[in-house]
């Protein structure tokens, strides 16, 4: 496995691998690596040629410096888990080869919707998100990357960058992982003390609870929030920051569910804060 830290050479590493006619997959990550990246991984690898991971984390996405310092980092242990994942190449950089000073790099605009729910609880989080995943592929070129289903709001936004300015690799949405009790595997999670981290499977509770109730053929937008609000509510060390149902399509809320619909949620447990959403199924024939 090639490990570098300077642009030109991780580019000349995946350049080398396409022109032999390989496809390239490029799984971004911030590092910390855990099962739902494993699984990332392993879908980039079954579909064959070259497997890239970058492990960065990008202070552009960061509004809050006391949370960027707090973000778990292991490098070492990243290296190993990707070695043993069958990983071709790794670019861990640092933050000057990512953001060469005095060079203007594209700023994609990540428009109305990079301001709502994580956008508005974290201002400048999608703007530096974009940047980074736009430099992320100009320097890897990759014929895919592999995002987690568990940020629907990052995917959402990073598909239609990808589209809105052509960019070549395509985008593929793998589900979320979760922990027998159905948190969402997150990095964060290795932050939550025990207390939290056992009421923290409220968020998925509230989730699944509003799905049945869709299922049920509830189509009230604001029946299926409060529905996640209660169950979220109910863990005494979480604090809810938001609950909405929104068009899959457009990423809009909604106040009737009477198109295909994704429930989010993000909610704070001391300093760590979690989100996670479900796909809303359609009601039972
Ligand atoms: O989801 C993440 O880990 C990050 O937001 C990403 C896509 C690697 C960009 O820094």
Redesign the pocket.
């Known amino acids: 496995m090639d490990v570098s830290r300077d642009a030109a050479g991780f580019s000349a590493i995946t350049d080398a691998a396409r022109r032999s006619g390989r496809a390239m997959g490029l799984v971004?990550?911030?590092g910390a690596l855990h099962q739902g990246h494993d699984a990332l991984i392993s879908r980039a690898r079954d579909r064959g040629g070259f497997v890239a991971v970058s492990i960065?984390v990008?202070p552009m996405?960061f509004s809050d410096a006391d949370d960027l310092a707090a973000y778990p980092r292991d490098e070492a242990a990243d290296l190993a888990r990707c070695e043993r994942l069958g990983v071709d190449a790794v670019w861990s950089p640092s933050v000057e080869q990512v953001y060469p000073p005095g060079v203007d790099l594209p700023a994609p605009d990540p428009g109305s919707i990079g301001s709502t729910f994580e956008g508005a609880s974290r201002p400048g989080h999608f703007p530096g998100?974009l940047m980074?995943?736009h430099r992320l592929l100009s320097v890897t070129g990759p014929t895919s990357a592999y995002?987690?289903q568990k940020?629907a709001q990052?995917l959402f936004l990073v598909r239609r960058m990808v589209a809105r300015e052509q960019l070549a690799a395509e985008i593929v949405a793998c589900p979320t992982v979760r922990e027998a009790d159905g948190l969402a595997v997150a990095s964060r999670n290795r932050n939550l003390t025990p207390a939290e981290r056992e009421q923290a499977p409220s968020l998925f509770l509230g989730l699944s609870e509003a799905a049945a109730a869709a299922r049920g053929g509830e189509p009230v937008a604001a029946v299926l929030i409060a529905t996640i609000a209660r169950e979220v509510g109910a863990a005494g060390l979480a604090r809810l920051d938001y609950a909405a149902i929104v068009d899959e399509a457009t990423f809009e809320p909604l106040t009737t569910v009477d198109r295909p619909a994704r429930a989010i949620v993000a909610a704070r447990f001391s300093e760590v804060r979690l989100i996670d959403n479900l796909l809303l199924p359609g009601p039972a024939a």
């Open positions: 971004p990550t911030m960065f990008n996405q998100v980074v995943v995002l987690g940020d990052q």
